[in-house]
Protein backbone atom coordinates (compact mmCIF):
# COMPACT_ATOMS: atom_id res chain seq x y z
CA UNK A 1 0.00 0.00 0.00
CA UNK A 2 2.13 3.01 -1.41
CA UNK A 3 -0.37 5.54 0.25
CA UNK A 4 0.95 7.01 3.73
CA UNK A 5 -1.07 5.52 6.67
CA UNK A 6 0.67 8.64 9.01
CA UNK A 7 -2.90 10.74 9.06
CA UNK A 8 -6.59 9.58 8.22
CA UNK A 9 -8.07 11.40 5.68
CA UNK A 10 -11.25 13.89 6.77
CA UNK A 11 -13.44 12.61 4.23
CA UNK A 12 -13.34 8.98 5.25
CA UNK A 13 -14.18 9.89 8.75
CA UNK A 14 -17.13 11.92 8.01
CA UNK A 15 -18.45 9.50 4.86
CA UNK A 16 -19.33 6.57 6.96
CA UNK A 17 -21.34 9.13 9.44
CA UNK A 18 -22.62 11.39 6.45
CA UNK A 19 -24.02 7.92 4.98
CA UNK A 20 -25.95 6.73 7.61
CA UNK A 21 -27.22 10.27 7.95
CA UNK A 22 -28.57 9.77 4.17
CA UNK A 23 -29.91 6.62 4.35
CA UNK A 24 -32.31 8.01 7.44
CA UNK A 25 -33.03 10.96 5.40
CA UNK A 26 -33.49 9.32 1.86
CA UNK A 27 -33.47 5.21 2.95
CA UNK A 28 -37.68 5.20 2.58
CA UNK A 29 -37.78 6.66 -1.23
CA UNK A 30 -38.65 9.11 -3.13
CA UNK A 31 -37.61 10.70 -6.58
CA UNK A 32 -34.68 11.02 -8.67
CA UNK A 33 -32.83 13.47 -6.27
CA UNK A 34 -33.01 10.95 -3.83
CA UNK A 35 -31.74 8.08 -5.93
CA UNK A 36 -28.74 10.33 -6.46
CA UNK A 37 -27.91 11.14 -2.93
CA UNK A 38 -28.00 7.33 -1.85
CA UNK A 39 -25.40 6.88 -5.07
CA UNK A 40 -23.07 9.58 -4.09
CA UNK A 41 -23.69 8.40 -0.10
CA UNK A 42 -23.10 5.11 -1.33
CA UNK A 43 -19.63 5.10 -3.74
CA UNK A 44 -18.41 7.23 -0.61
CA UNK A 45 -18.93 4.56 1.57
CA UNK A 46 -17.90 2.33 -0.43
CA UNK A 47 -14.13 4.62 -1.07
CA UNK A 48 -13.84 5.09 3.20
CA UNK A 49 -14.46 1.39 3.89
CA UNK A 50 -11.94 -0.24 1.82
CA UNK A 51 -9.26 2.92 2.41
CA UNK A 52 -9.85 2.24 6.43
CA UNK A 53 -9.62 -1.82 5.59
CA UNK A 54 -6.72 -0.83 3.92
CA UNK A 55 -5.07 0.47 6.88
CA UNK A 56 -5.64 -2.31 9.31
CA UNK A 57 -4.53 -4.90 6.99
CA UNK A 58 -1.34 -2.40 6.74
CA UNK A 59 -1.07 -2.75 10.50
CA UNK A 60 -2.38 -6.58 10.97
CA UNK A 61 0.21 -7.18 7.81
CA UNK A 62 -0.06 -10.54 5.61
CA UNK A 63 -1.55 -12.99 5.58
CA UNK A 64 -4.52 -11.05 8.14
CA UNK A 65 -4.43 -8.42 5.82
CA UNK A 66 -5.41 -10.09 2.76
CA UNK A 67 -8.28 -11.66 4.42
CA UNK A 68 -9.27 -8.45 5.68
CA UNK A 69 -9.48 -6.65 2.62
CA UNK A 70 -11.15 -9.72 1.07
CA UNK A 71 -13.88 -9.67 4.05
CA UNK A 72 -14.66 -6.11 3.43
CA UNK A 73 -14.87 -6.30 -0.74
CA UNK A 74 -16.82 -9.17 -0.08
CA UNK A 75 -19.68 -7.71 2.74
CA UNK A 76 -20.09 -4.76 -0.19
CA UNK A 77 -21.47 -7.57 -2.65
CA UNK A 78 -22.91 -9.09 -0.84
CA UNK A 79 -24.73 -6.59 0.60
CA UNK A 80 -25.76 -5.10 -2.80
CA UNK A 81 -26.36 -8.46 -4.05
CA UNK A 82 -28.77 -9.02 -0.68
CA UNK A 83 -31.07 -6.35 -0.49
CA UNK A 84 -31.48 -6.70 -4.50
CA UNK A 85 -32.46 -10.30 -4.06
CA UNK A 86 -34.72 -9.40 -0.96
CA UNK A 87 -36.64 -6.60 -2.80
CA UNK A 88 -40.17 -6.04 -4.19
CA UNK A 89 -38.25 -7.57 -7.63
CA UNK A 90 -35.80 -10.53 -6.86
CA UNK A 91 -33.72 -11.12 -9.59
CA UNK A 92 -32.98 -15.25 -9.65
CA UNK A 93 -30.13 -14.15 -12.55
CA UNK A 94 -28.87 -11.08 -10.41
CA UNK A 95 -25.59 -13.39 -8.48
CA UNK A 96 -24.35 -14.95 -12.33
CA UNK A 97 -24.89 -11.95 -13.84
CA UNK A 98 -22.75 -10.11 -10.88
CA UNK A 99 -20.70 -12.98 -10.56
CA UNK A 100 -20.06 -12.82 -14.20
CA UNK A 101 -19.53 -9.50 -14.87
CA UNK A 102 -16.46 -9.61 -11.70
CA UNK A 103 -14.67 -11.85 -13.76
CA UNK A 104 -15.24 -10.14 -17.52
CA UNK A 105 -14.80 -6.73 -15.68
CA UNK A 106 -11.63 -8.30 -14.04
CA UNK A 107 -9.98 -10.49 -16.68
CA UNK A 108 -10.65 -7.85 -19.93
CA UNK A 109 -11.59 -4.52 -18.93
CA UNK A 110 -9.62 -3.70 -15.58
CA UNK A 111 -6.78 -5.95 -16.80
CA UNK A 112 -6.70 -4.73 -20.18
CA UNK A 113 -6.76 -1.46 -19.42
CA UNK A 114 -3.46 -1.78 -16.63
CA UNK A 115 -1.64 -2.89 -19.36
CA UNK A 116 -2.58 -0.41 -22.07
CA UNK A 117 -1.49 2.23 -18.99
CA UNK A 118 1.58 0.49 -17.75
CA UNK A 119 2.73 -0.36 -21.60
CA UNK A 120 1.81 3.50 -22.87
CA UNK A 121 4.26 4.78 -19.92
CA UNK A 122 6.50 1.63 -19.61
CA UNK A 123 6.91 -0.28 -22.63
CA UNK A 124 6.95 -3.49 -22.00
CA UNK A 125 6.75 -3.65 -17.31
CA UNK A 126 7.09 -6.91 -16.14
CA UNK A 127 5.39 -9.10 -13.43
CA UNK A 128 5.97 -12.42 -12.09
CA UNK A 129 4.37 -15.57 -14.31
CA UNK A 130 4.08 -17.77 -11.38
CA UNK A 131 1.60 -15.38 -9.59
CA UNK A 132 -0.78 -14.37 -12.60
CA UNK A 133 -0.92 -18.22 -13.29
CA UNK A 134 -1.90 -18.74 -9.62
CA UNK A 135 -4.64 -16.39 -10.14
CA UNK A 136 -5.55 -18.37 -13.12
CA UNK A 137 -5.04 -21.68 -12.10
CA UNK A 138 -7.87 -20.84 -8.94
CA UNK A 139 -10.36 -18.35 -10.61
CA UNK A 140 -10.84 -21.36 -13.98
CA UNK A 141 -12.31 -23.90 -11.85
CA UNK A 142 -13.81 -21.59 -9.74
CA UNK A 143 -15.79 -19.40 -12.93
CA UNK A 144 -16.73 -22.97 -14.53
CA UNK A 145 -18.38 -24.89 -11.39
CA UNK A 146 -20.03 -21.37 -10.90
CA UNK A 147 -21.23 -20.79 -14.06
CA UNK A 148 -20.76 -23.45 -16.62
CA UNK A 149 -21.64 -26.29 -14.93
CA UNK A 150 -25.05 -25.70 -14.11
CA UNK A 151 -26.39 -25.96 -17.37
CA UNK A 152 -25.16 -29.42 -17.41
CA UNK A 153 -26.46 -30.95 -14.76
CA UNK A 154 -29.35 -33.67 -14.35
CA UNK A 155 -30.69 -33.07 -10.92
CA UNK A 156 -32.60 -30.36 -11.43
CA UNK A 157 -33.79 -28.81 -14.93
CA UNK A 158 -32.64 -25.57 -16.95
CA UNK A 159 -29.14 -23.82 -15.33
CA UNK A 160 -29.87 -24.21 -11.45
CA UNK A 161 -27.92 -26.34 -9.16
CA UNK A 162 -30.15 -28.33 -6.51
CA UNK A 163 -29.97 -27.22 -2.88
CA UNK A 164 -27.42 -30.04 -2.44
CA UNK A 165 -25.06 -29.17 -5.63
CA UNK A 166 -25.31 -25.63 -4.39
CA UNK A 167 -23.73 -26.73 -0.77
CA UNK A 168 -21.26 -28.60 -2.36
CA UNK A 169 -20.16 -26.03 -5.30
CA UNK A 170 -20.34 -23.51 -2.32
CA UNK A 171 -17.86 -25.68 -0.35
CA UNK A 172 -15.67 -25.94 -3.31
CA UNK A 173 -15.49 -22.40 -4.18
CA UNK A 174 -14.60 -21.59 -0.76
CA UNK A 175 -12.15 -24.27 -0.66
CA UNK A 176 -10.27 -22.92 -3.21
CA UNK A 177 -10.24 -19.45 -1.75
CA UNK A 178 -8.77 -20.67 1.15
CA UNK A 179 -6.14 -22.50 -0.77
CA UNK A 180 -5.10 -19.88 -2.66
CA UNK A 181 -5.22 -17.54 0.20
CA UNK A 182 -2.50 -20.01 1.90
CA UNK A 183 -0.40 -20.48 -1.18
CA UNK A 184 -0.52 -16.38 -1.42
CA UNK A 185 0.11 -15.43 1.74
CA UNK A 186 2.35 -18.26 3.46
CA UNK A 187 3.38 -20.91 1.34
CA UNK A 188 4.78 -18.93 -1.91
CA UNK A 189 4.54 -15.48 -0.86
CA UNK A 190 7.40 -14.70 -3.52
CA UNK A 191 5.61 -15.11 -6.13
CA UNK A 192 3.10 -12.32 -5.87
CA UNK A 193 5.80 -9.38 -5.09
CA UNK A 194 6.98 -7.31 -7.60
CA UNK A 195 9.80 -7.54 -10.12
CA UNK A 196 11.38 -4.13 -9.31
CA UNK A 197 12.44 -3.27 -5.85
CA UNK A 198 9.86 -0.72 -3.79
CA UNK A 199 10.03 1.03 -0.94
CA UNK A 200 9.13 -0.30 2.10
CA UNK A 201 5.35 1.59 3.00
CA UNK A 202 5.20 3.25 6.24
CA UNK A 203 3.30 0.83 8.87
CA UNK A 204 0.41 2.67 10.78
CA UNK A 205 0.57 2.91 14.28
CA UNK A 206 -1.88 1.48 16.88
CA UNK A 207 -3.97 4.42 17.10
CA UNK A 208 -4.70 4.93 13.52
CA UNK A 209 -5.11 1.10 12.96
CA UNK A 210 -7.84 1.41 15.59
CA UNK A 211 -9.52 4.26 14.41
CA UNK A 212 -9.43 2.61 10.96
CA UNK A 213 -11.06 -0.57 12.63
CA UNK A 214 -13.97 0.77 14.12
CA UNK A 215 -14.75 3.05 10.69
CA UNK A 216 -14.38 0.38 8.87
CA UNK A 217 -17.37 -0.94 10.48
CA UNK A 218 -19.32 1.48 10.66
CA UNK A 219 -18.28 2.35 6.69
CA UNK A 220 -19.39 -1.22 6.03
CA UNK A 221 -22.94 -0.72 7.77
CA UNK A 222 -23.88 2.16 6.00
CA UNK A 223 -22.90 0.88 2.60
CA UNK A 224 -25.41 -2.19 3.38
CA UNK A 225 -28.28 0.26 4.67
CA UNK A 226 -27.65 2.80 1.30
CA UNK A 227 -27.41 -0.60 -0.91
CA UNK A 228 -30.83 -2.18 0.61
CA UNK A 229 -32.16 1.34 -0.30
CA UNK A 230 -30.63 2.38 -3.50
CA UNK A 231 -31.25 -1.26 -5.02
CA UNK A 232 -34.54 -0.29 -6.01
CA UNK A 233 -33.11 2.80 -7.61
CA UNK A 234 -30.56 0.53 -9.52
CA UNK A 235 -33.79 -1.61 -10.94
CA UNK A 236 -35.72 1.48 -11.71
CA UNK A 237 -33.53 3.18 -13.93
CA UNK A 238 -33.05 -0.27 -16.01
CA UNK A 239 -36.52 -0.72 -17.02
CA UNK A 240 -37.14 2.62 -17.18
CA UNK A 241 -34.23 3.06 -19.98
CA UNK A 242 -35.15 -0.68 -21.55
CA UNK A 243 -31.73 -2.20 -20.46
CA UNK A 244 -31.30 -5.60 -20.20
CA UNK A 245 -31.36 -7.43 -16.91
CA UNK A 246 -28.19 -8.66 -16.65
CA UNK A 247 -27.19 -4.61 -16.53
CA UNK A 248 -28.10 -4.63 -12.93
CA UNK A 249 -25.06 -7.29 -12.02
CA UNK A 250 -22.90 -5.10 -14.21
CA UNK A 251 -23.48 -1.98 -11.96
CA UNK A 252 -22.75 -3.90 -9.09
CA UNK A 253 -20.05 -5.05 -9.55
CA UNK A 254 -19.25 -1.99 -11.21
CA UNK A 255 -19.38 -0.37 -7.34
CA UNK A 256 -17.51 -2.95 -6.15
CA UNK A 257 -14.81 -2.72 -8.20
CA UNK A 258 -14.21 0.78 -8.39
CA UNK A 259 -12.24 1.36 -5.44
CA UNK A 260 -9.53 -1.62 -5.98
CA UNK A 261 -9.68 -0.39 -9.70
CA UNK A 262 -8.52 2.97 -8.82
CA UNK A 263 -5.71 1.40 -7.11
CA UNK A 264 -4.91 -0.61 -9.42
CA UNK A 265 -4.74 1.57 -12.81
CA UNK A 266 -2.71 3.88 -10.24
CA UNK A 267 0.32 1.19 -9.92
CA UNK A 268 -0.01 0.97 -13.44
CA UNK A 269 1.27 4.14 -13.71
CA UNK A 270 3.79 3.48 -11.47
CA UNK A 271 5.50 0.34 -13.41
CA UNK A 272 3.80 -2.24 -11.00
CA UNK A 273 1.95 -4.28 -13.13
CA UNK A 274 2.32 -7.13 -10.62
CA UNK A 275 0.45 -4.98 -7.81
CA UNK A 276 -2.65 -4.45 -10.89
CA UNK A 277 -2.50 -8.12 -11.10
CA UNK A 278 -2.89 -8.79 -7.85
CA UNK A 279 -6.01 -6.64 -7.19
CA UNK A 280 -7.43 -7.36 -10.28
CA UNK A 281 -7.11 -11.09 -10.37
CA UNK A 282 -7.67 -11.32 -6.57
CA UNK A 283 -11.10 -9.47 -6.71
CA UNK A 284 -12.25 -12.08 -8.71
CA UNK A 285 -11.04 -14.97 -6.66
CA UNK A 286 -12.29 -13.04 -3.51
CA UNK A 287 -15.99 -12.40 -5.53
CA UNK A 288 -16.55 -16.16 -6.30
CA UNK A 289 -14.80 -17.83 -3.31
CA UNK A 290 -16.67 -15.68 -0.38
CA UNK A 291 -19.54 -14.56 -2.32
CA UNK A 292 -20.88 -17.58 -3.85
CA UNK A 293 -21.13 -19.40 -0.08
CA UNK A 294 -22.90 -16.38 1.58
CA UNK A 295 -25.28 -15.98 -1.24
CA UNK A 296 -25.86 -19.88 -1.41
CA UNK A 297 -26.78 -19.76 2.76
CA UNK A 298 -29.05 -16.85 2.08
CA UNK A 299 -30.96 -18.52 -0.75
CA UNK A 300 -31.34 -21.74 1.22
CA UNK A 301 -32.47 -19.45 3.87
CA UNK A 302 -34.74 -17.71 2.12
CA UNK A 303 -35.96 -20.00 -0.73
CA UNK A 304 -34.86 -17.97 -3.68
CA UNK A 305 -34.11 -19.59 -6.11
CA UNK A 306 -30.29 -19.04 -8.37
CA UNK A 307 -29.88 -19.20 -11.65
CA UNK A 308 -26.36 -19.60 -12.11
CA UNK A 309 -25.75 -21.28 -15.36
CA UNK A 310 -24.68 -18.38 -18.44
CA UNK A 311 -26.09 -18.71 -22.30
CA UNK A 312 -23.91 -20.60 -24.43
CA UNK A 313 -23.19 -17.62 -25.82
CA UNK A 314 -21.87 -16.79 -22.62
CA UNK A 315 -19.63 -19.58 -21.63
CA UNK A 316 -18.08 -19.27 -25.27
CA UNK A 317 -17.36 -15.62 -24.26
CA UNK A 318 -15.79 -17.16 -21.12
CA UNK A 319 -13.41 -19.36 -22.43
CA UNK A 320 -12.46 -17.24 -24.64
CA UNK A 321 -11.21 -14.48 -21.67
CA UNK A 322 -8.95 -17.89 -20.39
CA UNK A 323 -7.76 -18.73 -23.15
CA UNK A 324 -6.36 -15.28 -23.71
CA UNK A 325 -5.24 -14.44 -20.30
CA UNK A 326 -3.45 -17.30 -20.40
CA UNK A 327 -1.75 -15.92 -23.75
CA UNK A 328 -1.33 -12.55 -22.11
CA UNK A 329 -0.06 -13.74 -18.55
CA UNK A 330 2.28 -16.15 -19.81
CA UNK A 331 5.25 -13.85 -20.40
CA UNK A 332 5.94 -12.43 -17.66
CA UNK A 333 5.95 -9.24 -19.53
CA UNK A 334 2.53 -7.09 -20.73
CA UNK A 335 2.50 -5.10 -24.19
CA UNK A 336 0.26 -2.72 -26.04
CA UNK A 337 -1.33 -5.14 -28.52
CA UNK A 338 -1.95 -7.65 -25.45
CA UNK A 339 -3.34 -5.08 -23.27
CA UNK A 340 -5.66 -3.22 -26.72
CA UNK A 341 -6.76 -7.36 -27.18
CA UNK A 342 -8.48 -7.55 -23.65
CA UNK A 343 -10.00 -3.88 -23.60
CA UNK A 344 -11.56 -4.70 -27.09
CA UNK A 345 -12.77 -8.03 -26.16
CA UNK A 346 -14.87 -6.05 -22.86
CA UNK A 347 -16.15 -3.97 -25.49
CA UNK A 348 -17.36 -7.12 -27.65
CA UNK A 349 -19.08 -8.33 -24.06
CA UNK A 350 -21.25 -5.31 -23.50
CA UNK A 351 -22.01 -5.06 -27.02
CA UNK A 352 -23.58 -8.34 -26.69
CA UNK A 353 -25.52 -7.91 -23.69
CA UNK A 354 -27.38 -5.25 -25.45
CA UNK A 355 -27.36 -7.02 -28.14
CA UNK A 356 -27.77 -10.91 -27.34
Not at 71 to 76: N, P, R, Y
Not at 119 to 125: M, S, V, Y
Not at 180 to 190: A, G, N
Not at 331 to 353: D, E, K, P, Q, Y
Request: one cysteine or more; hydrophobic letters at 60%.
Amino acid sequence: MAHSHARTPLWTLIAPVAGLAVYLLLGKGGGALAGAGLAVALLACVQASVHHAEVVAARVGEPFGAVILALAVTVIEVGLIVSIMLGDQPQPTLVRDTVHAVVVLVLHGLAGLCIVVGALKHREPDFRVTGANAFLIVLLPMTAVTLVLPNFTQSTPGPYYSNLQLGFVSLVCFALYLSFTFVQTVRHRDYFTSTLPEAAGERPGNRFAVIAALMMVVALTAVVLLAKAFSPFIQAAADALGAPAAIVGVVVAAIVLLPEAATAIRAALENRLQTSINLALGSAVACIGLTIPTVAFVSWWTGTPLQLGVTPGGAVLLALSFMMALITYGTGRANLLSGLVHVILFFTWVFLIFAP
